[in-house]
């Protein structure tokens, strides 16, 4: 071995201001890049999502809670603006609080709604069935059993 090539394996890089900056700004540049390739080939890519807007309880029901299972009829779900309304089968628009972490987005011009399991209940026109709940001291009808599935 060469006097020069070992006297190249002992060299040690310090870090530098300058270098410090320069791996700062490749990190960068990795990172809008992982983030840009995530918004044009992610989940949701080339479909419009907008959150609306859909009652729900403030929080999670307490351990333990037990859920008043009394049935309630079909309601047809509805968009009105950025709001999501439930009809029942006479047409009249009925308060229904869903269970914490229920959500509605529109999805390509269509409401949807998720159960908080991610679960799809129900998308735009489409009738809802099979829940469970009781009345608040509000008069809304609180929902806490969705298809069977306590929440």
Not at 29 to 57: D, H, K, M, N, R
Request: hydrophobic letters at 40%.
């Amino acid at each position: 071995m060469t006097e020069q090539a070992g006297s190249l394996r002992n060299i040690r890089l310090r870090p530098t201001p300058a270098r410090v900056v320069a791996l700062a700004l490749v990190l960068v540049a990795l990172a809008v890049a992982v983030c840009g390739y995530w918004a044009l080939f992610g989940p949701g890519a080339g479909s419009s999502e907008q959150s609306l807007t859909i009652a729900t309880e403030p929080s999670p029901p307490p351990s333990g809670d037990i859920c008043a299972s009394a049935r309630f009829g079909a309601v047809e779900m509805r968009r009105v603006g950025s709001r999501v309304v439930f009809t029942s089968q006479t047409g009249q628009e009925v308060q229904i609080i869903w269970p914490y972490g229920t959500t509605a987005r529109l999805v390509d011009g269509k409401a949807e709604m998720f159960a908080p399991d991610g679960t799809l209940i129900a998308t735009e026109g489409q009738s809802v069935s099979g829940l469970g709940g009781g009345l608040g001291s509000d008069d809304d009808y609180h929902v806490c059993m969705i298809g069977g599935r306590i929440y």
